[in-house]
């Protein structure tokens, strides 16, 4: 459970770091089951370099597919997005290369969702490895935007390289989780070829009409997102099946995983 000063930290800053939420047992199996997925998916292949992601991903394997509703997962999303959230993914992602400054402008109207990302990184990653670079504070966006140059992608932005840009690297251990904002600004630099990332994404549950209509639209725009596996939808876990049942009753076609 987070304090009430984890709580407000997020609030102002945008993110967490949860250090050593999982134990080392625990995190060799979440280790052994994504790799299980990414070799799966390559059909037995070698990995050949090539940036990879996936979803569904942790419905895939036992504990991973327990994890949304594991106490330590499941509550972050109670705390932060309020009751009757809603999971709308599961990835897993083998990152090449820099992942260049990004992070939508926070949408302040009525019709706009709270959302966090979950983020487990099974290797220990640092500043100078591939750990999530961000922006403190970026997600909340004041009439006159001083990060647009970075929201636009500028290859130089403030006049210095991307990777230079004042920032707070998220550097962690295997064990660790890093809650955070994808509308804050974040990035990633120097990191090794397949270096995984692996993430559960929660929104909150739409109570206008006009939340209703913006998810419905989120979910006409996106390929993958927004559509919840079968397994999932037929849990016999209640906390599995609430975090998908209103994307059900909307009538969002499901995921044969």
């Avoid at 969702?113 to 999530?132: F, H, M, N, V, W």
């Avoid at 920032?167 to 890093?178: A, H, K, M, N």
């Avoid at 999932?232 to 044969?256: A, C, H, Q, W």
Wanted: aromatic letters at 10%; glycine letters at 10%; hydrophobic letters at 35%.
């Amino acid at each position: 459970m987070l304090t009430s000063g984890q709580i407000a930290h997020f609030g102002s800053f945008g993110f967490l770091v949860l250090k050593q939420l999982f134990t080392p047992d625990e995190t060799a199996v979440i280790k052994q089951e994504a790799n299980e997925i990414f070799q799966e998916d390559r059909e037995g292949r070698p990995f050949g370099g090539e940036e990879r992601y996936i979803q569904p991903f942790f419905e895939r394997k036992p504990f991973l597919a327990s994890l949304p509703a594991d106490d330590r997962i499941y509550s972050l999303g109670e705390q932060l997005l309020g009751p009757d959230f809603m999971l709308i993914a599961t990835e897993g992602n083998l990152h090449v290369g820099a992942t260049p400054w990004h992070g939508g402008e926070k949408n302040n109207g009525e019709g706009s969702l709270p959302s966090i990302k979950i983020g487990i990184y099974p290797d220990r990653l640092t500043k100078e490895t591939g750990c999530l670079r961000v922006v403190p504070g970026s997600h909340l966006v004041a009439s006159l935007d001083l990060y647009e140059p970075l929201r636009k992608g500028n290859s130089t932005p403030f006049g210095i390289a991307p990777e230079d840009v004042p920032c707070v690297p998220l550097e962690t251990w295997p064990g660790d989780v890093v809650v955070f904002l994808e509308s804050m600004l974040h990035s990633s630099f120097w990191g090794k070829p397949g270096r995984q990332q692996l993430a559960i994404d929660f929104f909150a549950n739409p109570i206008t009409d006009k939340q209703v209509r913006g998810l419905i639209d989120s979910y006409n725009r996106a390929n993958m997102s927004f559509r919840p596996a079968e397994s999932y939808v037929n849990s016999d876990n209640p906390r599995i099946r609430g975090m998908v049942s209103r994307l059900v009753d909307l009538g969002f076609e499901t995921s044969k995983v």
